[in-house]
């Protein structure tokens, strides 16, 4: 190797330390800080569940919020999916009943390591369950719609609403919200994830899920930031609601793509 090839290689192996340095300090003092003063609060089996459930409620009672205020405020109403056709009162009583009921679960505890992750380490964690994610809910999603057992049976009760509203995110049989569950706890113990990162994914998970449902169409939503179509979100979800044997993936459009299921809302 030429001098100038050492001078290169050295160079490049100094920003990639530095560049790691960097990321070590972005998120290690917040998790010194959590595991010095939460360390017992982290660690209870009853923090995921907790997690999930707040951020899922937190997110719904948002929504819900719009969807009362939308019928006598324009400028909220205009970005509904479905803007001649109100979310009622006994809408959310029947949805937040089985919500409630579906949030009774418990999780074994969970190990807390004394470093955290990386930021490129978390964000590609977080993007690697979402990718797995995403290819089981495929299938699982495929097949209960083309066995009309399992589709009567197990996921029928989710099509009740063919207009989502962020309620309908979780209300679900016993056997899907297992389903799903099962798969979001173990897709990060797979991929060998900082639990720093598995929590990270459950927050975007239910973030994404509520989003799907919530029957707006956002500048800010997930479709409309992520380019080339590449991002169901949204407007595919509802077509889905419309349309039940199309757009059966979570997150991405790929597996529509390639299984010739994809379509595009009609709004």
């Not at 006598?72 to 803007?83: A, V």
């Not at 049989?173 to 994914?201: K, R, Y």
Request: glycine share 6%.
């Amino acid at each position: 190797m030429q001098g100038g090839g050492w001078w290169r290689w050295g160079l490049n192996i100094h920003k990639r330390l530095r560049q790691s340095t960097i990321q070590d300090l972005v998120l290690q003092p917040v998790w010194d800080y959590l595991h010095q003063n939460h360390h017992d609060l982290l660690r209870s089996p009853l923090f995921p569940v907790v997690l999930s459930v707040t951020t899922y409620f937190f997110l719904v009672a948002l929504y819900t919020v719009l969807d009362l205020l939308a019928p006598t405020w324009p400028f909220i109403n205009r970005y509904r999916l479905h803007p001649d056709r109100p979310v009622t009162w006994p809408n959310i009583w029947t949805t937040l009943g089985v919500t409630i009921y579906n949030t009774l679960a418990v999780r074994p505890p969970t190990p807390l390591p004394r470093e955290a992750p990386t930021l490129w380490s978390f964000f590609l964690g977080i993007l690697g369950c979402m990718v797995v994610f995403d290819f089981q809910y495929y299938l699982w999603h495929l097949l209960h719609h083309r066995v009309p057992w399992l589709y009567r049976t197990f996921h029928a009760v989710h099509h009740q609403y063919n207009q989502p509203f962020s309620l309908v995110t979780q209300y679900l049989s016993g056997w899907e919200l297992f389903s799903v569950g099962f798969w979001a706890t173990v897709d990060p113990i797979l991929l060998q994830c900082h639990c720093l990162t598995t929590w990270g994914f459950m927050v975007f998970n239910v973030y994404v899920s509520t989003e799907d449902h919530c029957g707006y169409d956002f500048p800010w939503a997930m479709h409309n930031l992520v380019p080339f179509g590449l991002w169901g979100g949204t407007p595919k979800h509802d077509a889905h609601h419309q349309r039940p044997g199309t757009n059966f993936a979570p997150f991405f459009s790929h597996w529509d793509w390639l299984g010739g299921t994809h379509t595009v809302s009609s709004h």
